[in-house]
């Protein structure tokens, strides 16, 4: 038998989209068939070389079955984590209460394209309260109507009460509800941060629930989100919705309701007042009854928030304005003079210089109005308190007069703070004291 030849083979493996040829040399073939191995020597070691490019093959041979080398070969896509995997891994996926801080202080504007996300994020940060969003209905433009339902966390309250006439002791009282709409009228509505800015619109809000002791706060944060959208591309003199109309588009949506509606045949779409074409002609306006409409043997106040100007160049004051506007008529007049007589008293203790806010009725404020919501609310529903809270726009500069801490501020948070902090203030215990027979909780 001739000397079996030298035998040389090679492994071929495919690593992270590169090949590797391994040789091993120096194996005999015996008579046997069998291969042995001969102890390997420094110079016989495994050879282990990269290799991308394509293996040479010859003319007739097969391919090989292992894929081909390639620059785009799809790697094995990453194993996905289970929800539990993932809740097992809390302390690289928690997010840091800092981190949670840092996101709120970023909302800025509150935009009308994405207001539920943004509220959603706002309510995280109110303390012992439970905020229910509800979208109540979409504009002609498919924006949210939002309204944040705020009630009391008694989870962990320790408070103690006495019980009605016919409640156990273990049943909560049943509390009333204050309804408030912001930007009904959306005129200075960018200038007014408290309506607009997110800091300063958690403010205004952490003002109204303070009170979630006494009542249930509704609040519609964006009413006319539509009309927001416009004023935010520069145009200023804009107070109506963007629904289409015979001549121009829009409609007064605090001109909309059904009450003494368009008295004044002679307004056309163009102008910034116009009604509409019928009392509740808009998505907005139906929206505001339909709350009415489920929640009125429980609603004990409506305020409608807005700016009482398109500019900070125009200067009429702070005012809180009462039933009616559609007549100089005015009935129940009693309480709305004692809740003057309670404003007038708590602003002579402000330190902000414009130290009076109007008390008057719609009438006396604008003239004869007509479809207003303030006047909807208590002539057709009853509302026992509904007013239209009107804030002065200020400019947003460092003025030269100090705050009760010694700090630099600005007129229109000095204006949040010393103003409206206070109307807000005594406005929900008035409403309290006059509906509990002056009784102190």
Not at 54 to 61: D, I, N, P, Q, V
Request: hydrophobic share 30%.
């Amino acid at each position: 038998m001739s000397k079996p030849e030298r035998i040389d083979w090679y492994l071929l493996i495919f690593y992270q989209e590169n090949f590797y040829i391994i040789r091993k040399p120096d194996y005999k073939a015996e008579d046997n068939n069998t291969i042995t191995e001969k102890s390997l020597n420094a110079h016989d070691k495994p050879i282990f070389r990269q290799h991308n490019a394509k293996s040479k093959r010859t003319k007739g041979e097969k391919p090989p079955k292992w894929p081909k080398s390639s620059q785009n070969h799809k790697r094995k896509p990453a194993t996905r984590m289970t929800k539990m995997q993932m809740m097992q891994q809390e302390d690289t996926t928690k997010i840091s209460k800092e981190q949670m801080e840092e996101e709120d202080h970023m909302i800025g504007q509150l935009s009308p394209y994405s207001i539920k996300q943004q509220l959603q994020q706002i309510v995280k940060t109110l303390p012992n309260a439970n905020v229910t969003i509800d979208v109540i209905g979409r504009t002609v433009e498919y924006n949210d109507i939002v309204l944040l339902k705020i009630t009391e966390d008694n989870t962990t309250s320790d408070k103690y009460f006495r019980a009605n006439d016919g409640k156990y002791a273990e049943d909560l009282p049943e509390k009333k509800i204050i309804f408030i709409v912001h930007g009904l009228s959306v005129m200075g509505y960018n200038y007014l941060s408290c309506l607009s800015y997110g800091p300063h619109f958690t403010k205004l809000l952490s003002y109204y629930i303070a009170h979630l002791d006494k009542f249930d706060i509704f609040l519609i944060p964006m009413a006319n989100p539509d009309g927001v959208a416009v004023t935010r591309n520069n145009v200023i003199y804009w107070n109506k919705n963007v629904s289409p109309q015979d001549h121009c588009p829009g409609v007064s949506l605090d001109h909309n309701f059904d009450i003494a509606w368009n008295n004044n045949n002679s307004v056309n779409s163009c102008h910034q007042k116009y009604p509409g074409p019928a009392p509740f002609s808009e998505a907005e306006t139906r929206a505001v009854r339909d709350v009415f409409h489920k929640y009125n043997h429980k609603i004990v106040a409506y305020l409608n928030v807005h700016a009482g100007s398109y500019s900070s160049t125009t200067f009429k004051g702070d005012a809180v304005l009462y039933p009616n506007g559609y007549t100089d008529s005015v009935s129940d007049d009693d309480k709305y003079i004692d809740l003057k007589g309670e404003i007038d008293e708590v602003m002579r203790n402000a330190s902000f210089q414009v130290m009076s806010v109007t008390v008057d009725t719609l009438h006396s404020w604008y003239g004869k109005i007509s479809g207003s919501s303030v006047d909807y609310a208590s002539t057709v529903y009853g509302i026992p308190f509904a007013l239209e809270l009107v804030m002065q726009l200020y400019e947003d500069t460092s003025s030269e007069w100090k705050n009760q801490d010694g700090q630099d501020t600005n007129y229109e948070e000095s204006a949040l703070d010393e103003i409206w902090g206070r109307v807000i203030y005594v406005t929900f215990n008035y409403i309290w004291k006059t509906l509990n027979g002056n009784e102190v909780q």
